[in-house]
């Protein structure tokens, strides 16, 4: 019924990857349909890709993120995948105070070299990079558009532009896909 606008935490949630059901339930999905149904609720037309999967959380210094399927989930799903991880400080130069190791690993569709799932782990800028991660898979970027990505960096606030983890893991899974 296009007058039945749901959305919350107790709706039922589609895959983006697969258009199935599907049983995340977070409050930033609840917060994205609220948007949409809004906006609808206006006509002003948008559409709900499905629930993408975004998570971040910290323990002590520690933050862990995820966005996507992971490489067993996307392997489940069908996907034939390219995997591949790098490690980083996210600061430059490394020795810089606060400056954390960050490790990222990037699964890609093997087929059409689509991101479909990453995980970031490391300082605090693990939960900012996850969701660039996940901008990149809404958007279905391939590990060709993540190589060339146009970054902004600060010693201060960001990994070195040299060895910037999200562009130098698509550059490692695009060697892995030629061989």
């Not at 069908?78 to 400056?99: L, N, Q, S």
């Not at 969701?131 to 958007?139: F, H």
Request: hydrophobic fraction near 45%.
């Amino acid at each position: 019924d296009p007058n039945i606008f749901a959305c919350g935490d107790c709706a039922t949630k589609f895959s983006f990857f697969t258009g199935q059901p599907s049983t995340l339930r977070l409050a930033s999905i609840a917060t994205t349909e609220a948007r949409i149904a809004g906006a609808n609720l206006y006509e002003i037309s948008r559409k709900n890709p499905g629930a993408l999967g975004v998570f971040a959380t910290a323990v002590g210094d520690l933050t862990v993120a995820i966005a996507g399927v992971s490489e067993k989930g996307a392997k489940q799903c069908g996907f034939e995948v390219v995997t591949a991880e790098a490690e980083a400080p996210d600061r430059h130069p490394a020795g810089m105070p606060g400056t954390s190791k960050m490790w990222v690993k990037l699964i890609f569709n093997k087929v059409n070299q689509e991101l479909i799932g990453g995980a970031v782990r490391g300082g605090p800028s693990a939960g900012e990079l996850i969701n660039a991660i996940s901008a990149c898979i809404q958007n279905r970027m391939r590990a060709t558009d993540i190589a060339i990505f146009q970054i902004g960096t600060h010693p201060a606030v960001t990994a070195s532009p040299i060895v910037y983890p999200l562009i130098t893991v698509a550059e490692i899974a695009l060697k892995s896909m030629k061989s």
